[in-house]
């Protein structure tokens, strides 16, 4: 099984870029398909991006399009996403997860949830 560990969240003003982290543990990643997903305070919780299981192939929800880059470094056993041109919508929890398919975004699709990293956009 895997555990996941979010990291790299906090308070950035409207513009500004983030990198969140997800570091696995207790198995390599290198056969799971990975995601980010965030809710916000009232919201349901939205797929943000995906990844294939070898990076060659990503999917991401249309409202982060041309801002934000999902990557991963297999031999580190981490997943990132690159967060610019951020906006005060953007200011949610963010959780990264593992699925044995390849590329998904529904949440259905994964079986491992890292325990959340929050990020918080100012005007």
């Known amino acids: 099984q895997v555990q996941l560990v979010e990291s790299g969240g906090g308070l950035v003003q409207a513009g500004g870029s983030l990198r969140l982290s997800c570091a696995a543990s207790g198995r390599t990643i290198s056969n799971n398909g990975m995601g980010w997903f965030r809710q916000a305070p009232g919201k349901e919780r939205e797929f943000v991006a995906a990844?294939?299981?070898?990076?060659?192939?990503?999917n991401y929800a249309d409202s982060v399009k041309g801002r934000f880059t999902i990557s991963r470094d297999n031999a580190k056993n981490t997943v990132y996403l690159q967060m610019n041109s951020l906006r005060p919508d953007d200011t949610a929890i963010y959780h990264c997860?593992?699925?044995?398919?390849?590329?998904?975004?529904?949440?259905?699709?994964?079986?491992?949830w890292g325990q959340g990293t929050q990020v918080t956009v100012s005007s």
């Open positions: 997860a593992a699925s044995v398919f390849t590329v998904c975004s529904k949440s259905g699709c994964y079986r491992y």
């Open positions: 990844i294939s299981r070898n990076g060659d192939s990503a």
